[in-house]
């Protein structure tokens, strides 16, 4: 329920399921009582057109790597609340955002040109770059280490009195990681204003979060790091974005960081070299994509008025350009030379990596 004063959700009066874990939205697209004010009739527009474009790139780039003319691409079918969700609370113009490897549709919220999104997977390094005016850091295939990066952005912030908050992705894995314990204990002691976003989408690759940890609820964790940790149902955007606008606040404030573990379900495969048919259960996929996140928010949005089948033709239709024209660009961009690499991975190169540079571009080598 929004607090008079600030319009802000109320953490301690936000509904809570039997396992402590906050849903607002259920699976028939009903909202509770007192929180359809929460978002706009814009906003949950923007959310909807941003999660069907999600699935529509999911679908894209799979098509494109299986035909040769995409590296390996992981989807986000199933997280789109949780990604959406936690975005919307952000100010592109303000906040910074550190995502993991599959927050597609978050990134295009907070800036990143669709051409240049899809340019990444088809290896055009130099394209691909993110715009400097975008507070937005590179994806990153390494589990975890952009969980220390992002308390050093906050940290940052904080040092040099610039208002914003940093938001970082990561998954159920990423968190058995040193570098989990270590963001953590650091961003608890610096104070910093931070959200770790730990999106429980069940699986690290074939293992299930059971064997990653001995904990059932991984929100807890915060408590070992001096700051709030709580969990939310992932498949509701209006549960997500509540907690995370008040993550957001409190950080503004100076209140520090936060825990947020949003329970959801990777529904499709963890990239496209992965077959999970291998290693889980059809039943549970079928109970998964009984709760899709997409049906649940365009059920209430129908209901309110504020989406409805002539507006989805339309915005689908509006995907389908976007995302062709945008594939059009990117196929134009020429393809990066011999070294192109080194331009992108720091501001200045040591001896060692300048004679790699040399080395690969041909050039003579005079040690
Ligand atoms: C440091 C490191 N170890 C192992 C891997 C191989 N790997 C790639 S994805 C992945 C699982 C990640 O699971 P999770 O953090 O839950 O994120 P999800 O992929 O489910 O979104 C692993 C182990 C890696 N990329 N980096």
């Not at 929004?2 to 607002?24: C, F, H, Q, W, Y």
């Not at 990066?336 to 060692?352: K, M, N």
């Amino acid at each position: 329920m929004p607090a008079a004063d600030t319009g802000l959700a109320d953490l301690d009066r936000l509904p809570k399921t039997e396992t402590n874990v906050i849903s607002l939205l259920d699976d028939r697209g009903s909202l509770a009582d007192g929180f359809a004010e929460l978002l706009t009739p814009d906003q949950i527009g923007q959310a909807m057109r941003l999660m069907l474009l999600s699935r529509a790139i999911d679908d894209r780039v799979t098509k494109l790597q299986r035909l040769g003319r995409a590296g390996t691409y992981s989807p986000v079918h199933g997280q789109e609340a949780t990604v959406v969700g936690s975005a919307l609370a952000l100010d592109p113009a303000r906040d910074w955002m550190v995502p993991a490897s599959r927050e597609q549709p978050a990134m295009i919220r907070h800036g990143l040109p669709l051409d240049r999104l899809l340019a990444g997977y088809m290896g055009k390094i130099n394209f691909s770059r993110i715009p400097d005016n975008v507070r937005l850091l590179p994806r990153n295939q390494s589990i975890a280490s952009q969980l220390p990066h992002a308390v050093g952005l906050a940290w940052a912030l904080k040092l040099r009195h610039v208002a914003g908050v940093v938001l970082v992705y990561f998954g159920d894995g990423a968190s058995s990681e040193g570098d989990f314990h270590e963001a953590m204990n650091l961003a608890g002691v610096q104070s910093v204003p931070l959200i770790f976003v730990l999106i429980n989408n069940q699986f690290a690759i074939s293992t299930p979060v059971a064997k990653q940890a001995a904990v059932t609820n991984l929100a807890v964790r915060a408590a070992g790091y001096g700051f709030p940790g709580f969990t939310v149902d992932g498949n509701d955007l209006f549960a997500v974005y509540a907690a995370t606008q008040w993550a957001v606040m409190r950080a503004l404030a100076g209140g520090g960081p936060t825990l947020i573990e949003a329970r959801t379900y990777r529904v499709g495969f963890h990239n496209t070299s992965d077959n999970p048919k291998d290693y889980r259960d059809e039943v549970e996929v079928t109970a998964a994509v009984a709760r899709d996140p997409i049906e649940r928010l365009r059920k209430y949005a129908t209901g309110v008025g504020a989406w409805s089948t002539d507006i989805e033709i339309r915005t689908m239709k509006g995907i389908a350009s976007e995302l062709e024209s945008a594939y059009l660009r990117a196929v134009a961009v020429p393809r990066p030379g011999p070294g192109d690499i080194f331009e992108h991975t720091a501001a200045s190169l040591s001896t060692r990596v300048r004679r790699q540079r040399r080395q690969v571009k041909g050039e003579e080598d005079n040690g």
